[in-house]
């Protein structure tokens, strides 16, 4: 029987490259040659390719003490949590209102605002200029328009004037412009968004050239084009029964995701949106006893802690709440034939602290960014797959 060490390095690349990351990552620390193949920049892993599955990342931030701070990353493709080490907080005492992530990287956004790639060593922070209005709690975009290096558009939030927040600024939509270190003052969100223009009652995506911002209670909905800087007109968009939900930007269409009432009772459903017409379709309902198994309780406001967050083909479900240790399930959305598949997620792994606010959101992964780090980065990374 030939022996892998005998294999041509093509061969062993692309036996390798069929592994999930987790597997990836011990398998770097074999031997000079595995490493050298698997850390190469051009190593065609699952996550580096066009349908990869996104990773699914929880932040727990804790008021009081950061030493209770805690975060996971939940792999799709080998179904297993992660508990990060603790240099995934690249921000000293991160405040949660501040706090956020999205695709791929960490964020602050006052009273500086920084960013952090995600599973890199603690050393990779950048502080841009300042924001021309300071805020908290805004929605937050990453896309790359004809460059590799990432722009960042920052919508909404609230301004804090001395210990006071300022309820009637209407903040400007900024754009990070990363080759002249500036921020872009855009038109701002629509004035219908004023009685709530946080994350705490918005969500946004980010598809087709278009920043979608959308009311999780209120159904109002508009686009901000990326390339025109010009908002769309306002519209509602409230299928029947539906208490509050979440847009997502999926791999080919935007999906409405939310808690609906009918005389059947409660479902958590998702609604394929037209981008064009703002006109809706039911791809889904979540199974009654997926749903129920979020919860622990019969309340009537039980489903207010349901969050929803995806990325590419999969849409995550979870319930923010401690008692359960923030249970989740999965939907896969198939782009061929719009199948969708749900299932449970793995419990946390043990000890779960518990915490005053939870960051969420998916991101695709770089296997290359993990392992460059050199002997220290791999160590740091071999510790969060332990």
């Known amino acids: 029987m030939t022996e892998f060490s005998s294999l041509s390095s093509d061969l062993t690349e692309h036996i390798l490259s069929l592994l999930p990351i987790p597997t990836l990552i011990i398998a770097s620390t074999v031997c000079k040659i595995w490493h050298s ?14 349908h ?75 502080t841009t200029s300042p924001l021309n209005y300071s805020r908290v709690n805004p929605l937050l975009g990453v896309f790359y328009a004809n460059s590799d290096k990432p ?96 847009m997502i930007s999926c791999r080919d269409r935007l999906v409405l995701a939310g808690i609906c009432n009918s005389p059947q009772g409660s479902s958590f459903n998702l609604w394929r949106i037209d981008e064009n017409t703002m006109e809706f379709s039911e791809i889904a309902i979540m199974p009654q006893d997926l749903l129920y198994s979020l919860f622990d309780s019969d309340e009537d406001d039980k489903f207010a802690s349901l969050k929803c967050v995806g ?4 849409i995550y479900v979870f319930n ?14 198939s782009s061929e034939s719009g199948k969708c598949n749900w299932r449970r997620v793995p419990r946390l792994p043990t000890p779960v602290n518990k915490f005053h606010k939870v960051i969420s959101f998916c991101s695709t992964v770089s296997l290359y960014n993990m392992l460059r780090g050199g002997e220290e980065g791999v160590d740091e990374v071999q510790a969060m797959s332990e």
């Open 37 to 50: 193949i698997i850390s190469s920049p051009t190593f065609p892993s699952a996550s580096s390719r066009p």
């Open 52 to 126: 990869s599955r996104p990773w699914f990342f929880l932040y727990g931030l804790h008021n009081t003490s950061s030493k209770n701070h805690q975060s996971f990353a939940y792999d799709p493709l080998s179904d297993i949590w992660f508990r990060l080490p603790c240099s995934s907080f690249p921000f000293p005492s991160p405040t949660s209102s501040s706090f956020l992530g999205s695709h791929g990287f960490l964020f602050i956004t006052a009273p500086l605002f920084a960013f952090s790639p995600i599973l890199h060593r603690f050393s990779n922070i950048f």
């Open 151 to 246: 722009r960042f558009i920052v919508v909404g939030g609230v301004r804090f004037i001395g210990n006071l927040v300022d309820i009637e600024e209407r903040l400007a939509v900024e754009i990070y412009d990363p080759h002249m270190d500036s921020w872009e003052i855009c038109p701002p969100l629509p004035a219908d968004f004023r009685s709530g223009n946080s994350s705490s009652s918005l969500s946004s995506a980010l598809f087709g050239g278009k920043f979608y911002v959308f009311g999780i209670y209120s159904c109002f909905v508009s686009s901000f084009d990326l390339e025109k800087r010009v908002w769309s007109e306002v519209q509602t968009l409230r299928p029947p029964g539906v208490i509050f939900s979440f």
């Open 311 to 314: 990325l590419g083909d999969l």
């Open 320 to 333: 923010e709440e401690y008692h359960k240790r923030y249970p989740a399930c999965v939907c896969e959305v």
